[in-house]
């Protein structure tokens, strides 16, 4: 962490990034599969990605992060109002994930391949299940909503690669004040044995 930035600018200044990681990166696989790959009957998004890695760093303030992917879908695809409603209130039953992160805590998740592999499919699953269950509220025959989880059913193997990658780079999967605190702690003791 920069030492001139407080710790909220450097909240600020992550959940921004990524942000921006997702937003672009669903701009592009919304664009590529509307224009490219128009007959293809499965999608793969990287919403439930970013909100799983943001989750572990930050906790509830991934829940912009789920919104933000709703949001990007509609603008990219044309969204109407239900449309809207479907993705953006949908996705924010991702937010389920932080039961599982205080259940296994995030040592556990991260260290353990089942655990991590199962954390990504749940922010997964849980977002396909609170599309479902508004596309349901809003009128969808239940066939339609079955489609959530079958369209988007590579969106989980791509989701539990990119948790799984993000649990090996230090830091990436982790609450981010206790890994700067941990930062700080050996930069101190990286000091101490140097003299």
């Not at 509830?60 to 409603?85: D, E, F, K, M, T």
């Not at 230090?170 to 941990?182: P, S």
Request: glycine content about 8%; proline content about 2%; hydrophobic content about 50%.
């Amino acid at each position: 962490m920069n030492p001139h930035l407080t710790f909220k600018q450097y909240r600020r200044t992550d959940l921004f990034f990524f942000a921006v990681i997702l937003a672009v990166s669903e701009w592009l696989i919304i664009t590529a599969g509307s224009r490219w790959f128009r007959d293809q009957l499965y999608t793969v998004s990287a919403v439930a990605a970013v909100t799983a890695i943001v989750m572990m760093r930050w906790g509830p303030w991934s829940l912009i992060h789920a919104v933000l992917g709703g949001v990007v879908y509609c603008l990219a695809g044309g969204g109407n109002i239900r449309q809207w409603a479907i993705y953006c209130v949908g996705n924010a039953a991702a937010m389920a994930g932080l039961l599982y992160i205080r259940h296994f805590g995030q040592k556990r998740i991260r260290e353990d391949f089942l655990l991590n592999i199962l954390y990504a499919l749940c922010i997964q699953l849980l977002m396909q299940l609170g599309r479902a269950l508004v596309a349901l509220v809003t009128g969808a025959p239940v066939v339609s909503c079955l489609n959530f989880f079958t369209t988007d059913a590579l969106s989980g193997l791509f989701t539990s690669v990119i948790v799984w990658i993000a649990a090996r780079l230090d830091g990436m999967l982790e609450d981010q004040k206790t890994y700067l605190l941990r930062l700080n702690r050996e930069r101190e003791e990286n000091n101490k044995g140097g003299y």
